[in-house]
């Protein structure tokens, strides 16, 4: 049988100092009744639309040059590697209402002001509603997509075997200031900020139903002694790992992974 051809996808991994641990991720559980991975905890994201990869929405990226994020993700899909950005900032958007806009000087849109905020969720209701594409509501309000937050950690492709199958881009970004995620039930059940060494723990006693990209994000988000470290780690702009080709190769020494925590005083991480 003929593998089916995998869809172009991104996905965002939310993260902020936490109070117990030292790095807390956004979680979601994706409804039951979906037919992809239905149940299962993951992170925002999903699809490319044909939409993300428009000259328009391009034209409206700030803080990435396409020469850049090309270097960065050498795709095979055929797409402008800066559309992954699009479609992360998107879907982040779509299902956890966290907006990552600049102005056309790259700063951030200020949330802290009422016309903005309004703004936002106008533009989140007409998106959901069909009635507007977001490259056109971000137009509307002078804003741009803001792609610097997002660092590029990962990709995976679904197994040949599975009759639904994505080439997926990871990326980490911290959570923007004055915003806070909100459960929309769309597509999502349960959304959830979590220490990721929690998570993880999780994950390995049953309690969390995670696909391969969701169990090795928690792990290596679990590794870091606090987010200062991990923007360090991700200050090339290099992926971190590659789905099934790297493996555990990307962990660092000295990490119990039956509990989920460090065995010497101060955690490492090796790129």
């Not at 996808?9 to 790095?23: D, F, I, K």
């Not at 993951?42 to 990226?61: I, M, Q, S």
């Not at 679904?158 to 911290?174: D, E, Y």
């Not at 991990?230 to 039956?258: C, P, Q, S, T």
Request: aromatic share 12%; charged share 25%; net charge negative.
């Amino acid at each position: 049988m003929t593998p089916v051809q995998p869809t172009p996808a991104a996905s965002v991994l939310l993260v902020r100092p936490g109070s117990a641990e030292p790095v807390e991720v956004y979680v979601i559980r994706r409804h039951e009744r979906m037919r992809f991975l239905g149940g299962y905890y993951a992170f925002p994201g999903g699809k490319v639309d044909a939409a993300d990869v428009t000259p328009e929405t391009l034209a409206r990226v700030r803080g990435l040059a396409p020469e850049t994020a090309a270097e960065r993700i050498q795709n095979r899909e055929g797409l402008p590697s800066l559309a992954f950005w699009v479609a992360a900032i998107r879907e982040l958007f779509e299902e956890t209402g966290v907006l990552m806009a600049c102005d056309a000087g790259g700063a951030p849109i200020d949330h802290a002001d009422p016309s903005v905020a309004d703004q936002v969720e106008r533009g989140r209701k007409a998106l959901m509603a069909g009635e507007s594409g977001l490259t056109a509501l971000l137009a509307r309000a002078g804003w741009f997509y803001a792609a610097a937050p997002l660092r590029y950690l990962s990709h995976f492709i679904t197994p040949a075997s599975s009759p639904i199958r994505f080439t997926a881009r990871f990326f980490v970004s911290p959570l923007p200031a004055g915003q806070e995620p909100r459960l929309f039930r769309e597509e999502t059940s349960e959304g959830f900020w979590i220490g990721a060494r929690d998570g993880y723990r999780r994950y390995r006693a049953g309690e969390m139903a995670m696909a391969e990209p969701a169990e090795y994000a928690l792990g290596y988000l679990a590794q870091f002694e606090d987010c200062a470290a991990l923007w360090r780690a991700h200050a090339d702009g290099r992926h971190k790992f590659h789905g099934i080709v790297d493996r555990l190769e990307f962990y660092g020494e000295g990490y119990d992974w039956a509990r989920a925590a460090w065995t010497s005083d101060k955690p490492r991480w090796h790129p």
